[in-house]
T-cell receptor, first 112, second 115 residues
Framework: QKEVEQDPGPLSVPEGAIVSLNCTYS??????FMWYRQYSRKGPELLMY????GNKEDGRFTAQVDKSSKYISLFIRDSQPSDSATYLC????????????FGTGTRLQVTL | NAGVMQNPRHLVRRRGQEARLRCSPM?????VYWYRQLPEEGLKFMVY????????ESGMPKERFSAEFPKEGPSILRIQQVVRGDSAAYFC?????????????FGEGSRLTVL
């Protein structure tokens, strides 16, 4: 079993839809949770960063962490074609100095 | 461009040759990380370096791979005697300091193809 599980997709939605992306994990020591966006042939860029459980909102993006269920989510409201990319969840333990464990990524396609 | 700079962007090597990948961190960042992304797989941590020090190399293959971050110049990931299984995208990331807990800034990657 992988330490972090993420549905690879692809996920295709129409413009304006609400998108829900999810990851589950098995390591209860993870405390820091991130979502990265990766466009084709580019490097990942940090979208959202959350410490421990709770919600965090930034514009059209909301990140949720449920540590009791070992489940994290990223919601994208009013999705745009420019949101078409691969979304990677990542997490790390305290004191491991950014040694991130990534999911395999979910490929999202937002159509006109 | 003040971002993480990686070169070359694309590298083709024949089996048995050496590959050298270079990374210059963002301005003001003193911590460098190397990750590898194999096709259809997520990014895998390889090594974490500060200037002149390897802090964590737990993700590095035991043989043929080495990394350095000298006092002057970029960080270098070196792969000796490459094999086809080394074909992947190699990403460098940087952060400003040790207290950072995941907010990494990635370069655009170096794509290695081994023939």
């Amino acid at each position: 079993q992988k330490e972090v599980e993420q549905d690879p997709g692809p996920l295709s939605v129409p413009e304006g839809a609400i998108v829900s992306l999810n990851c589950t994990y098995s390591n209860s020591a993870f405390q820091y949770f991130m979502w990265y966006r990766q466009y084709s042939r580019k490097g990942p860029e940090l979208l959202m960063y959350t410490y421990s459980s709770g919600n965090k909102e930034d514009g059209r993006f909301t990140a949720q962490v449920d540590k009791s269920s070992k489940y994290i989510s990223l919601f994208i409201r009013d999705s745009q074609p420019s949101d078409s990319a691969t979304y990677l969840c990542a997490m790390s333990e305290p004191g491991t100095a950014s040694k991130l464990t990534f999911g395999t990524g979910t490929r999202l396609q937002v159509t006109l | 461009n003040a971002g993480v700079m990686q070169n070359p962007r694309h590298l083709v090597r024949r089996r048995g040759q050496e590959a050298r990948l270079r990374c210059s961190p963002m301005k003001g960042h003193s911590h460098v990380y190397w990750y590898r992304q194999l096709p259809e797989e997520g990014l895998k941590f390889m090594v974490y370096l500060q200037k002149e020090n390897i802090i964590d190399e737990s993700g590095m293959p035991k043989e043929r791979f080495s990394a350095e971050f000298p006092k002057e110049g970029p960080s270098i990931l070196r792969i000796q005697q490459v094999v086809r299984g080394d074909s992947a995208a190699y990403f460098c990331a940087s952060s400003p300091g040790r207290d950072n807990t995941g907010e990494l800034f990635f370069g655009e990657g170096s794509r290695l193809t081994v023939l």
